[in-house]
């Protein structure tokens, strides 16, 4: 055969869905197949048409790009579907890191296979694998969390499962809601549970941040939370059934042994219980009873 008749390494296809992983910081991290493909694809579906034009631009490459995201995935999705069964070819990118990855493109990937689509993987960043291969904890087993519910009863049955998880669970948490989520996880998973905090992986300002749950809810009380966080949580043992939540004095004295002082402990877990810090004081300090874990208790549940 001669050289010229070979199939070309690598050719972007009519009709495909391509899944294209992006850099999660740092430019470089960008792989010469994402950038073969973004380059000879007919179309670009993103999360974020202005991110993703900007990649494009720094790339120099010019693509039409079309708008995929939570809010129109149900309009958006049948028409890329179509574009695709007319021969055309697509990417599909998310602001950052590997897309239909706790990510809206899952739904478009099932409808692309559901109608006989080809989906094909271009494979790269993932803030969840990155942050996983430099926690240093068991990795042989792990569960991928995502977000965590925002609240109410789905979000603590999800930390109740957490606390009793043997392997290792890794989380993603925007900036202003690290604090209460670590709050949380202390609470429910103890205090001293093994965990790595990774934030701004792979950007100037990368930092990983190692001790158990206590520590590092300690440092984020006293440090603002800046960027964007993964969690790596060690397993643990399940906790013995009918484990009654920590009272309002052992939180207390919990945030305590991890390093706040005393009047730092007070506010942080007034703050976790959504009551004024007189409320907390007075149980603590002033030796009032604690009625926390009684259902019928409207002020320190």
Do not use: W
């Amino acid at each position: 055969m001669k050289t010229e008749d070979r199939p070309e390494k690598n050719r972007t296809e009519d009709g495909v869905l391509y899944i294209v992983a992006t850099p999660i910081g740092n430019m470089a991290d960008i792989s010469e197949r994402a950038v073969k493909v973004l380059s000879e694809v007919s179309f670009v579906a993103a999360e974020d048409t202005r991110n993703s034009g900007l990649l494009l631009s720094r790339l120099g490459i010019k693509k039409p790009l079309v708008a995929y995201h939570e809010h129109n995935r149900a309009s958006a999705g049948p028409a890329i579907v179509e574009r695709l069964r007319a021969g055309e070819s697509c990417a599909l990118v998310t602001d950052a890191g590997t897309p239909a990855i706790s990510d809206p493109g899952e739904d478009l990937v099932k409808l692309c296979a559901g109608s006989g689509i080809t989906v094909r993987p271009v494979p790269g960043c993932s803030a969840a694998v990155a942050a996983l291969s430099v926690s240093g904890l068991p990795s042989k087993r792990f569960v991928f969390e995502g977000f965590l519910p925002a609240s109410g009863t789905e979000r603590r049955a999800r930390l109740e499962e957490l606390a009793g998880r043997r392997l290792t669970s890794v989380i993603y948490e925007a900036p202003h809601r690290l604090r209460p989520t670590l709050s949380e996880l202390s609470e429910t998973c103890g205090h001293d549970r093994p965990a790595v905090i990774c934030r701004e992986l792979t950007k100037l300002n990368e930092e990983v941040l190692r001790g158990t749950l206590g520590e590092i809810a300690a440092h984020f009380a006293a440090e603002e939370p800046r960027g964007e966080f993964v969690i790596v949580l060690e397993g643990g043992d399940p906790p013995p059934s009918g484990k009654p939540a920590p009272g309002i004095r052992e939180q207390v004295e919990g945030y305590i042994a991890s390093g706040m002082s005393e009047k730092d402990a007070i506010k942080q877990t007034a703050k976790d219980r959504g009551v004024p810090k007189n409320d907390i004081y007075s149980v603590y300090k002033l030796g009032r009873p604690d009625t926390s874990a009684k259902p019928d208790n409207n002020d320190l549940s």
